[in-house]
């Protein structure tokens, strides 16, 4: 299969209308559909049911739109990763979420910049989840994530911190005089539902908590009184002082990991890593 095909056969699948399709990609109708009907040929299935009334992906239509999708993926990252390695001054990229992790990001930064030889490093800052797509697609050669909440598959990783979880409380709420709190406590506060992130699918769970996306959405939100968060220690970096940090003591451990693709023979990326892990360990 060519990379124009699966080009050609998302589009259709994506827009369930040829016509619409051949507008997204810049070409006539009649071309993409002989593409399609010889890409099935070749495949020997059919990929796409079509009638008077539209266009619908087969079971096997289906797979092949997951799986192109990736594939197409993969392509651009080697061609953004390959024009990057041939930069003569080429910096990394670290990929972390904005306010997390703050404490040690600065720690192996100032590590790297005593360390002779070190390549430059780029931060790219970016909201939560965002990480794994940024690594995947090659704008990032490393990240900071974090398990349980980020999606770590089919990365190398190396751990570098375990941390508690706090709630972050609005200042006047009576539970910011507490000391210490439990899930329980926070769980469900009479006009204080937790703030809702998406999952690793972009859904959002249910719940009466507002759907957030960023960091100043939700550091709005806590100051205004409308939400609460629980999140790891190291993220409350971005703690406005309307904003109150109190320990959860029974939220579980999250563990800071870098993450970088597998397979990678970048002697700049070994060596980043080498000194993260270093960082972890003194």
């Known amino acids: 299969m060519e990379t124009r095909e699966l080009r050609y056969f998302v589009a259709v699948a994506e827009e369930l209308h040829f016509g619409r399709a051949a507008v997204r990609l810049g070409i006539a109708q009649p071309p993409l ?4 009907s010889q890409l099935e040929r070749r495949l020997g299935v059919q990929l796409l049911e079509r009638d008077r009334r539209g266009v619908a992906l087969t079971d096997a239509g289906g797979v092949l739109l997951d799986e192109a999708r990736g594939a197409l993926d993969a392509v651009r990252a080697a061609a953004r990763r390959t024009r990057r390695a041939g930069h003569s001054k080429r910096s990394l990229v670290l990929a972390t979420k ?6 040690l990001l600065q720690r192996l930064l100032d590590a790297l910049a005593r360390e002779p030889g070190s390549a430059p490093v780029d931060v790219l800052l970016c909201e939560v989840g965002e990480q794994a797509g940024l690594l995947r697609d090659g704008r990032a050669d490393v990240a900071l994530m974090h398990r ?4 770590l598959a089919g990365f190398d990783t190396e751990d570098l911190h375990v941390e508690g979880q706090v709630a972050i409380l609005p200042a006047r709420h009576p539970l910011a005089s507490r000391d210490q709190l439990t899930l329980a406590d926070v769980r469900d506060v009479p006009g204080l539902p937790i703030a809702r992130w998406p999952r690793l699918d972009g859904s959002y769970p249910d719940g009466p908590g507002p759907e957030v996306r960023t960091q100043s959405q939700l550091a709005q939100l806590v100051a205004l009184g409308r939400t609460l968060l629980v999140i790891p220690a190291s993220s409350r970096a971005w703690q406005w002082p309307e904003h109150v940090a109190v320990p959860v003591v029974d939220a579980p451990d999250v563990t800071t990991v870098i993450a970088w693709q597998p397979g990678s023979h970048s002697p700049a990326v070994a060596s980043l890593v ?6 972890s360990r003194a």
Do not use: K, Y
């Not at 904005?98 to 404490?103: F, I, L, T």
């Not at 080498?274 to 960082?279: E, K, V």
């Open 148 to 151: 349980p909440f980020d999606d």
């Open 98 to 103: 904005a306010g997390a992790s703050h404490e």
């Open 274 to 279: 080498r000194s993260a892990a270093g960082l």
């Open 33 to 36: 559909s002989r593409a399609i």
